[in-house]
T-cell receptor, first 114, second 118 residues
Framework: AQTVTQSQPEMSVQEAETVTLSCTYD???????LFWYKQPPSRQMILVIR??????QNATENRFSVNFQKAAKSFSLKISDSQLGDAAMYFC???????????FGAGTILRVKS | GAVVSQHPSRVICKSGTSVKIECRSL??????MFWYRQFPKQSLMLMAT?????????EQGVEKDKFLINHASLTLSTLTVTSAHPEDSSFYIC??????????????FGQGTRLTVV
């Protein structure tokens, strides 16, 4: 069964600085999708970024980028120029290519200091 | 992105009563919907997967008779917590996927429902 591990329960970053959230996963599949979701205090799940496993190029969305290392099964999220609004719980998630379920990691609480 | 509307956002009910939570996909056909439960500062725990027109598939340890899921149309799924007890108090989140035309792997989430059983 696929598993997703986020080893950082909490992280802190100074406003305008850069922070990296870690995620590793385990799968025997060769094609799959990886996601980072943000859950702010409102608890609405927001998709931050998505990566297709068949793409070697790392996904980027404005200040958010990923470091996808397929062989190492690692999928970290880098947030540049951190803003107060980035404070939230971040979940790494895995989806097989064929299948319904999203498998979530335990989450990382990100605190942004002003 | 696609919109999923979940209602109500908050509900308080008395122990022993039932409460229904609705999840609607507003601008796409949700071939599959998922119901999660989330405890404070924890991850989302998948309770069940429902496909339109068929019975829901429940995860191990989830009581089918307590958490009734109906997915009667491509835009609506409901979760009914029957004979609720204080231990059922939690945050419930639905999500929906369009397996026909949506981007592979992508899911859209409702706003969540905070259930408090008193």
């Amino acid at each position: 069964a696929q598993t997703v591990t986020q080893s950082q329960p909490e992280m802190s970053v100074q406003e305008a600085e850069t922070v990296t959230l870690s995620c590793t996963y385990d799968t025997s599949e060769s094609d799959y999708y990886l996601f980072w979701y943000k859950q702010p205090p409102s608890r609405q799940m927001i998709l931050v970024i998505r990566q297709e496993a068949y793409k070697q190029q790392n996904a980027t969305e404005n200040r958010f980028s990923v470091n996808f290392q397929k062989a190492a099964k690692s999928f970290s999220l880098k947030i540049s120029d951190s803003q107060l609004g980035d404070a939230a719980m971040y979940f790494c998630a895995y989806s097989p290519e064929y299948g319904n379920k999203l498998v979530f990691g335990a989450g990382t609480i990100l605190r942004v200091k002003s | 992105g696609a919109v999923v509307s979940q209602h109500p956002s908050r509900v308080i009910c008395k122990s022993g009563t039932s409460v229904k939570i609705e999840c609607r996909s507003l601008d796409f056909q949700a071939t599959t919907m998922f119901w999660y439960r989330q405890f404070p500062k924890q991850s989302l725990m998948l309770m069940a997967t429902s496909n339109e027109g068929s019975k829901a598939t429940y995860e191990q340890g989830v009581e089918k008779d307590k958490f009734l899921i109906n997915h009667a149309s491509l835009t609506l799924s409901t979760l009914t917590v029957t004979s609720a007890h204080p231990e059922d108090s939690s945050f419930y989140i639905c999500s929906a996927r369009d397996l026909l035309t949506g981007r592979p792997g992508e899911a859209f989430f409702g706003q969540g429902t905070r259930l408090t059983v008193v």
